[in-house]
Every structure is written in C-alpha cells, then in structure tokens.
C-alpha cells in the first residue's frame, strides 16, 4: 500500500517532527547520497485495537499489530 493508500483507510500519521529536517538533509547530501524517509503511521483494527504500518519512502513495508 502507498502513503495515500493508508490515509484512505484511516490510517494517521505517527508524526513525531523527524521529517521537519527531511528536506535540508537531502540538499546537504548532494547527488551522491540517496535518502530514505521512514516513517509510522496508527491504523485503527476496530474491537481488534491498532496496528503500526512502517513505511518506507512512501511504500508500506512492515506491519505491527
């Protein structure tokens, strides 16, 4: 699933600021280094609780129940 794709669900991003240096981070890196942006987001599973979805450059990767 995609970051757009997770939202539709109600999905919510876990944004704890991290991502507030993202875009210096990858002007200082220049062409040579690639970025990789991580980030969390809460998935409500009705009577089941929460999940968290890591996802990877806009990609979900992972899924913790």
Known sequence: MT???LA???CL???TGGLATA???RVA???EVQTVIIVN???PLGKRGVA???VI???ADAVYY
């Open 41 to 43: 987001y809460i998935c």
């Open 13 to 15: 991003l876990h944004d």
């Open 23 to 25: 875009s210096g981070a």
């Open 57 to 59: 450059n806009g990609v």
């Open 52 to 54: 968290r979805v890591s």
């Open 8 to 10: 539709d669900c109600g």
């Open 29 to 31: 890196g220049g062409t």
């Open 3 to 5: 970051s757009a794709e």
